[in-house]
């Protein structure tokens, strides 16, 4: 009996260690990983190269009706390729998602073609870039993106802003590039306005606020795109950080400008300058100088859809906010006081 009861444990073992064995191989074989760490925030292109250059080396990617996944663009990748090996760049501003696949060739895309779901896509290009090749889809509107890479398949799909997010602000710092916006004693509009953006975007970073900026670096976006990305990303609010400037040189202060002419119940534009102006001034500890109508110049206001409202942070021309307007400390503080707005918006509103 003893002698049975052995013998049968041991063939147990044995088909349970087979089936183990199956199970490993079969996911092995198949193995699905998502790409996480990957850029989301890349607002624009960062590729300093002349058009005609991009137009050189720049080729079209080949698209054909896949069957497997229509929920989902399939990218091929060589089968060498890691997770680790793609680089994923959401560049939002353009309505552009770039995939870097590093040790690629461009010849791989010239004999695969990509397939599956391509509503969210107009065209795809290639091109080399370093060591790899980067493909590069031109999108229909702002998307966020899941990826799952699956044997040497990426598939991606689009969603949009909304389908990931509860809480979005799209904050905009004005002026950049060529515009410096306005000037005084070696201080520029533009620097100060996105020294304030980076310092806010290190606080919303730490939240559950989806934040997405026209700018994270010294260029000038068309008021167009500015408009384009608060109204397709559907955001509870879109922001505006700007300087301001006076012909008389003893007035300082904080001003917070709005258009009311897209009225929502219970929140709207109005609401939003006031949220703003009160939280800046409490952070700084400076003067309130009151709401304004959005006046011809103030053309993002005046065509985003949503709850808008720019922020003007102090009088360049005024000395001693000057010296104020040249500080790190300060641009921190004021800072805090948009987060302030921002979050107390939120808890108003929940």
Partial sequence: MQHNLMRNTAICSVIFAMAAIGIILYLSAGKVITISNVAQDEVQKSDARSENEKETQARMLTFVLGTSNTSYLRIPLPKECKAEDIVIENHYMDQELCILVSGAKEEFYVENAISGNRETVEQGSYEPDGDGVKLRFQLTGVFEYR???ENSDLYVSFLSPREMYDKIVVIDPACGGMNQGYAEGGLL???INLKIAQKLKEKLDKTDI??????MDDVNPEEESRVTLANAAKADMYIRIQVDA???DSVYGTTAVYNDDYFIPGFGSVELADMLEREVVTSIKGKALGLCEAGAEDYALRYVTIPAATIKVGCIT???E??????EEYYDRIATGIYNAILKIYEERT
């Fill in 147 to 149: 990826t799952i890479l």
């Fill in 189 to 191: 509009e533009k620097d």
């Fill in 210 to 215: 989806k934040a997405y900026y026209t700018r």
């Fill in 246 to 248: 006076a012909e008389d």
């Fill in 318 to 320: 005024n000395k001693q």
């Fill in 322 to 327: 000057a010296i104020l307007l040249g500080r």
